[in-house]
Each structure stands twice: as C-alpha cells, then as structure tokens.
C-alpha cells in the first residue's frame, strides 16, 4: 500500500542549482498537489493539478514549474534554487480528502 | 481566498484530560477533513465531513460540522500520548478539488 511515493526525503543544495523533486501515486486520482510548510506559515499551495495534462498555479508558484507527466506522476522543478526555497515540501492526491507524502526536505544555502 | 482560522494555536495537556480544537471561517465549505501530523511525516486524513450539523465518531476523537458549514471541532476524551501531533483542517469540495488548509493546532499529551 505506496500511496504517494516522494524523492528524495532529504536535498541540500547550494544557491542557483537545480533540482526537481519526483512525486507518484498508485491510487488512481485524477487531481495532485505540491505544497510546502514553513513554521509558522502552514502548508501553501505551490501547484496543483486537476487531471493528467492540466496543471494550475496555487498560492505561491514563484520560482517552480510543474510536469504532470501522466496519471501517476507529478513533478516539482526549482530552475534556479534560493534560501527562501528552504523548507518541506509535500506532494499529496485527493479523492474526498488527500493522500500525502512523507515529504521531502530541503534546504538551500 | 477562503480561510481557515484554527484555535488554540498550541495545546498542552496530561494525560487523560479531554480537548476541544476548533476550525472557524467566514465562509462556506462543501466538505471539512481533519488531519494529523507526525514530526518528520506528511499529514494522514482522518475524517471527512460534508454535512452541515454532522457528528462523526473515531474511537475517542469525535468531530462536528457546524450547521452553516463554516466551522468544525475536533473533540478528544481521555487524550494519549499518542495523539501529540499537529491536527490541521481542510475546507474544500466534495470531489476532487484544492482545499484550503488551517495552520493548525500543536497538541502535546504529556504522561
């Protein structure tokens, strides 16, 4: 019982470099998510898509871009990484609630 | 942007007390879904509930939608140190849509 596969658990990388984060469900949902949390500052929506081929801008996609490469796989590129892109991000499927991933945490120096 | 407001921020208590967590907004959701997260994992879903005035019950956690549909509470009897975590709410649609997330209440059981 997977239910949503997140790669890697653990990335530091320096300033500039890139870096994209795998993320795989075996449920069958349609819909996928990338988000991040920060203390303090709950978890934001960054991407989200609604179905295979379809992705959509959630509250803070600045410096990322998503690939919805088909049902089962979603992935989260950070082009040009920063410090302000240090934090946890979380990958989840939903069908009358989420799934979530065990994260995947990363920081920038 | 509908939000979320969650009280209290932070909870600690011994064991055996009971709690009440609670999930407020101004606007109406279609569904409600309480979950709870553990240092280190992603947040697990523990219920969902779609139905103004519902009541639904998870061994000693018991939780209610509010009858207008814009606020919900977790109630716990009889807490354990096993229910430490961070309990978030989530307000969204019935299917498959975004939901909007609370920021969530730290809950600590001391024993």
């Known amino acids: 019982n997977a239910g949503v596969t997140q790669t890697p658990k653990f990335q530091v990388l320096k300033t500039g470099q890139s870096m994209t984060l795998q993320c795989a469900q075996d449920m069958n949902h349609n819909s996928m998510y990338w988000y991040r949390q920060d203390p303090g500052m709950g978890l934001r929506l960054i991407y989200y898509s609604a179905s295979e081929g379809t992705t959509d801008k959630g509250e803070v996609p600045n410096g990322y871009n998503v690939s919805r490469l088909n049902k089962r796989e979603f992935s989260l590129r950070l082009e040009s990484a920063a410090p302000s892109q240090t934090s946890v991000y979380f990958c989840a499927s939903s069908f009358y609630g989420y799934t979530f991933g065990s994260g995947t945490r990363l920081t920038v120096v | 942007t509908q939000l979320l407001e969650q009280s209290p921020q932070f909870l600690s208590i011994q064991e055996g007390e009971n709690l009440t967590v609670y999930c407020n907004s101004s606007?109406?959701?279609?569904?409600l879904q309480w979950y709870r997260q553990e240092p280190g994992e992603g947040p697990v879903l523990l219920v969902t509930v779609v139905t103004g005035g519902e009541v639904k019950k998870l061994k000693r956690l018991t939780f209610q939608f509010g009858d207008a549909r814009k606020d919900s509470s977790l109630h716990i009897t009889a807490a354990q140190p096993g229910d430490t975590g961070l309990y978030l709410c989530?307000?969204?649609?019935?299917?498959?849509?975004?939901?909007?997330f609370g920021d969530g209440t730290t809950l600590t059981v001391k024993p």
């Open positions: 606007s109406v959701f279609s569904s």
């Open positions: 989530a307000g969204g649609k019935t299917n498959a849509g975004k939901s909007t």
